[in-house]
């Protein structure tokens, strides 16, 4: 009986012909540049709310809720233990029975302006602002070691393997500071856990984006007027976007970092891991679409009964209004 050829030989069974053919590599997007946004950058410039505002797209559809998903789309959620019950299987969760998520399947506007933002063996949320301008968190971002970050793409409310608005790459990120979640996050870094990145491709032209020149305010605390989407990996394995709404926050802690103001914005709504970034958002009288007030950053499900937490403040819309202002 022939014998299989041992490993370290593979090489020599190989076919000469075949081994003489072009190998064909993985490739990836190039990596983008990234600027750490200082105080300086700011003095002098009026960094009023009028850069901040939200656009929709002539003849974009429109839609103040989401279209739900299909029943017969909908995929099983992972286990989940039941309430009070002890056992010695391992559920890091921080999803609040009960779970108020819901699949979505909407291209409308603005759900459109949502997406997945894909990095290196992993993903993230994300929310168009401008043209060519998407935040997330910071702690997405694959900052790389020697300075710098490695590639990301941003797909705008990417379902499965459908993109009907296409793809893009991030060119540059524009950000306060480098979050880090290998070691957790702080209070600080949570406040300011936000970028902007610029588009390959003006993404926004089609998706339209939402407005942030609203400051989350403590007199909002408790009240049930925040949407948020995001891409977690137990509903949807990470592809499908996820819908939450009437979510409340309960109260803040203001922080300074490069002498801006942001808020660790402390709350119990439903998030898993991946839904990092996506946009808490509401709408106002008179406005076209609705503006983000906070990304969703921290996950604490290492605490009994949470809390979560997102950052934004005056920070966040300073620095929309400065990536936009710098590279329309």
Do not use: K
Not at 20 to 32: D, K
Not at 259 to 275: A, E, K, S
Not at 308 to 324: F, I, K, S, T, Y
Request: with cysteine.
């Amino acid at each position: 009986m022939t014998q299989p050829i041992p490993p370290e030989n593979w090489g020599s069974a190989l076919d000469p012909a075949a081994s003489a053919l072009q190998a064909t590599e993985h490739s990836f997007p190039p990596r983008p540049e990234v600027v750490v946004v200082s105080e300086t950058d700011l003095a002098g410039r009026a960094e009023g709310q009028s850069a901040n505002e939200p656009y929709r797209p002539d003849g974009a559809p429109v839609r103040p809720l989401p279209q739900l998903l299909r029943p017969e789309g909908v995929r099983a959620p992972l286990w989940n233990r039941a309430p009070g019950a002890q056992d010695e299987r391992g559920e890091p969760t921080t999803v609040y029975p009960p779970d108020t998520r819901t699949v979505i399947y909407d291209t409308s506007y603005p759900w459109r302006t949502c997406g997945r933002v894909a990095v290196p063996g992993g993903s993230g949320s994300g929310v168009m602002v401008g043209r060519r301008h998407m935040v997330t968190a910071s702690h997405v971002v694959p900052w790389r070691a020697g300075g710098g970050a490695d590639w990301m793409t941003f797909t705008p409310m990417q379902y499965d393997t459908s993109a009907p608005f296409g793809s893009a790459h991030v060119t540059r990120i524009y950000s306060w500071q480098r979050v880090n979640d290998a070691d957790g996050i702080s209070s600080n870094e949570a406040a300011f856990d936000y970028v902007v990145c610029v588009l390959s491709s003006p993404l926004g032209d089609a998706t339209g984006w939402m407005g942030s020149a609203h400051d989350y305010a403590p007199a909002w605390n408790d009240q049930a007027l925040w949407s948020h989407i995001g891409y977690p990996g137990d509903i949807g394995a990470g592809v499908r976007p996820v819908y939450t709404s009437n979510g409340a926050m309960y109260s803040v802690v203001n922080e300074t970092f490069a002498g801006r103001t942001g808020l660790r914005i402390m709350h119990r709504n439903d998030v898993r891991r991946g839904q990092s970034g996506g946009p808490y958002f509401g709408w106002w009288n008179g406005e076209v679409g609705p503006h983000v007030v906070a990304e969703q950053s921290a996950e604490n499900w290492g605490m009994a009964g949470g809390p979560n937490a997102a950052g934004g403040g005056p920070a966040l819309r300073e620095l929309v209004a400065h990536a936009r202002t710098v590279e329309p």
